[in-house]
């Protein structure tokens, strides 16, 4: 027993919550004039970046692995990342049919205007669009 409580004690249980904080990376590079920093996301099937298997978290890899497709399509208000998304949000036809045009409605209080939002704060965003749009989200069981 006491071999057991020692091994709990110092080999803690992975969690397996995404932290958005810990899996984001910031990447400094350098141009002619100035550096220029950029913030990346890495995923990984453990730990704090783990993701697989939960319908949120697959919301989530999705956003943040798609997220330059996903803002080009809001901006049309049509595309296959979308239709993709909608799925992942468990839409039937007509959400399917209204997400995009919902986010294109709404692109600027979703991605910002000039200053680039973090995937958690998009992500957050397009999630309490769906909640509060009546249509949205009677044909839609998002999983926030």
């Not at 141009?31 to 990984?44: A, D, E, H, K, Y």
């Given at each position: 027993m006491k071999k057991l409580i020692i091994l709990?004690?110092?080999?803690?249980?992975?969690?397996?919550?995404?932290?958005w904080k810990k899996c984001?990376?910031?990447v400094r590079k350098f141009?002619?004039?100035?550096?220029?920093?950029?913030?990346?996301?890495?995923?990984?099937s453990v730990g704090d970046c783990s993701l697989i298997g939960i319908k949120?978290?697959?919301?989530k890899v999705f956003l943040v692995q798609n997220i330059e497709q996903i803002k080009d399509e809001s901006s049309r208000g049509h595309g296959e990342f979308l239709t993709t998304y909608a799925t992942l949000c468990e839409c039937n036809n007509t959400g399917k049919k209204v997400l995009p045009r919902l986010f294109q409605e709404n692109y600027t209080?979703?991605?910002g205007s000039g200053e680039e939002k973090a995937p958690k704060a998009i992500y957050?965003?397009?999630?309490?669009?769906?909640?509060?749009?009546?249509i949205a989200s009677k044909n839609c069981n998002q999983i926030i």
């Open positions: 709990i004690l110092l080999f803690p249980i992975p969690s397996h919550a995404f932290n984001q990376k910031t141009s002619f004039f100035f550096p220029i920093s950029s913030t990346t996301t890495s995923l990984s949120e978290h697959d919301k209080q979703i991605f957050e965003s397009m999630e309490g669009l769906i909640q509060s749009n009546l």
